[in-house]
């Protein structure tokens, strides 16, 4: 059963515009969340996090929304660039031992 | 730094046999992992070590053995290798012990079992 749900297998988003990829979880013990960027052959890159204590953590072009009563996150890139097509992973972490649960990624293909 | 490294980077074996998967990180992190990565299952971890001295299974641990060397080395052994376990497998590091979240990545081995 997975607690962690990236339902979009795939995004396409034009150079400029921006890119919304969504998240969302079912274990209301999850306090901390993270999304990593992943290129073909290569180990993911954590890219931002957000507490569950906030709602909004921004890096750059790069801002994490948390949604806690609906169980939702969302990364928003702006503005796009070819350089951000890669495979984006949503990560949540409960308890002392920090393990992450992961999702199942979303291709986010930025065309120029 | 070299962050962390992973050795080899591609392996073929068949089944039945054994081998042993090199991870290694510079960044004096406590706490290390093994993922395996297959396609439309997302990231799955294996074990983990919490600090040096430590291991614990993950999700998917049956087939696989890991030691915690020292502080910098945590290795993944399978001993009698499988078609099942053709995957990509992912080290990674965390600064640990009440420490941020963020776990930091190998480049991946990817490992093919016929």
């Known amino acids: 059963d997975q607690q962690v749900k990236q339902n979009s297998p795939s995004l396409s988003v034009q150079e400029g515009r921006i890119s919304i990829l969504n998240c969302d979880y079912t274990n209301s013990m999850f306090d901390y969340f993270l999304w990593y960027k992943k290129y073909p052959a290569e180990g993911p890159t954590f890219l931002i996090s957000?507490?569950?204590i906030k709602d909004k953590n921004e890096d750059g072009r790069f801002t994490v929304f948390l949604n806690k009563s609906a169980k939702h996150l969302s990364l928003h890139i702006v503005p796009s660039q070819p350089g951000d097509s890669a495979v984006y992973f949503c990560?949540?972490?409960?308890?002392?031992?920090?393990?992450?649960?992961w999702g199942l990624g979303t291709s986010l293909a930025v065309n120029p | 730094n070299a962050g962390v490294t992973q050795t080899p980077k591609f392996q073929v074996l068949k089944t039945g046999q054994s081998m042993t998967l090199q991870c290694a990180q510079d960044m004096n992190h406590n706490s290390m992992y093994w993922y395996r990565q297959d396609p439309g299952m997302g990231l799955r971890l294996i074990y983990y070590?919490?600090?040096?001295?430590?291991?614990d299974k993950g999700e998917v641990p049956n087939g696989y053995n890991v030691s915690r060397l020292n502080k910098r080395e945590f290795s993944l052994r399978l001993e009698s290798a499988a078609p099942s376990q053709t995957s990509v497998y992912f080290c990674?590091?965390?600064?640990?012990?009440?420490?941020?979240?963020?776990?930091?990545f190998g480049p991946g081995t990817r490992l093919t079992v016929t």
């Open positions: 957000i507490s569950s």
């Open positions: 070590s919490a600090s040096e001295g430590t291991t």
């Open positions: 990674a590091s965390r600064a640990g012990q009440g420490g941020s979240y963020e776990q930091y």
């Open positions: 990560a949540a972490s409960a308890g002392n031992n920090r393990k992450l649960i």
